[in-house]
């Protein structure tokens, strides 16, 4: 049975205290890899170090980027975590076991955790393939970091020592979040310059929807390959 494992990424975490608390708790469950993008108090921190208490290593090896787009460029399953009500057209889960059903297949997952202040903001989610939400009561939905990435931890660990019956092969061919990024990138620039987003104040959401357009799809590389293809070969056709 192929185990799930999950690259754990903190999105501008506030406090170097819940990096250390966030380290620990994965160890406690038997994960270890860790990414952290642009941490407010800077790094390394000792805090995060006292924090952690045997889970220093989790921190010393810990991947420091300044952006997020570089942190899950070679990842080919994406899930950011959030309890805001987003006014997004992307699929949205709260389901354990259909998680991990979802998750299963692939081979480089990672999965996305917001600052403690406000959360991942909307342009953080656009390369997510979907969106997680913990259940939590109604009257209080506000979940600290640490026991955030607690919670799916121990999820994760529990379902990794669960006998699951008819595992799919791993599909190897799908594309990572790079290959996905270059070709939205050049998407977005050429009906940019084309004039397609008007009006100029929905662009952004006009973009987070072309966004959740693509990711509600699990591209091959075959397929990428051909998306390029088509839209190189419409750009190249005479104007009527």
Not at 28 to 55: C, M
Not at 161 to 185: A, G, P, Q, W, Y
């Amino acid at each position: 049975m192929k185990k799930i494992n999950p690259t754990i990424v903190l999105v501008r975490p506030q406090l170097s205290e819940n990096i250390g608390m966030t380290a620990r708790v994965m160890d406690n469950f038997g994960f270890s890899k860790l990414s952290i993008v642009s941490p407010r108090d800077g790094w390394p921190s000792q805090k995060a170090e006292s924090s952690a208490k045997h889970a220093n290593k989790i921190i010393s090896n810990a991947k420091i980027y300044n952006c997020l787009d570089n942190a899950i460029s070679n990842f080919d399953m994406v899930i950011a975590t959030s309890n805001r009500k987003r006014f997004l057209t992307k699929k949205s889960f709260n389901n354990f076991n259909l998680l991990m059903k979802k998750i299963r297949d692939f081979k480089n997952i990672a999965i996305l955790f917001g600052p403690e202040n406000s959360g991942l903001s909307n342009q953080d989610i656009r390369l997510a393939n979907f969106l997680f939400t913990i259940p939590t009561d109604n009257l209080n939905k506000s979940l600290n970091l640490s026991h955030a990435v607690s919670i799916m931890s121990y999820e994760l660990f529990r379902s990794n020592n669960v006998s699951i019956k008819n595992i799919k092969t791993l599909n190897k061919d799908k594309i990572n979040k790079l290959e996905l990024s270059n070709f939205m990138n050049f998407l977005i620039n050429d009906l940019d310059s084309n004039g397609f987003f008007r009006p100029e104040e929905k662009k952004d959401s006009m973009i987070d929807n072309i966004y959740s357009i693509y990711n509600k799809i699990d591209l091959s590389k075959k397929e990428l390959r051909m998306l390029w293809g088509m839209h190189k070969k419409l750009k190249k056709q005479p104007k009527s």
